[in-house]
């Protein structure tokens, strides 16, 4: 299975410390799921932004996204909050 170098940007790191807890916790477990290729794993809710080659939408919850990009093996994390912010 494709393992996946992680990258998290200075916003991503601040947006994550405004989290509760139980949504960093939550954003932790699907973060390990895409850093072990499992793309199709029905709770990510996966999609590729429109508009943009290598920029891609995770769920953390309902609520709450990730923003990352892609490219080869390296996964950027750019941005985490709530879905209407993002």
Known sequence: MNHFKLLFTRRFKKD???LPPEI??????????????????????LKKMVGEQKIWEASVTMNYRMIFEM?????TFL???LHDIL
């Open 79 to 81: 941005k985490i909050g």
């Open 16 to 18: 994550y410390k405004k």
């Open 24 to 45: 960093q916790k939550k954003a932790d477990q699907q973060i390990r799921l895409l850093r072990t290729g499992k793309f199709s794993y029905p709770s990510l809710r």
């Open 71 to 75: 490219e080869d093996s390296l996964l």
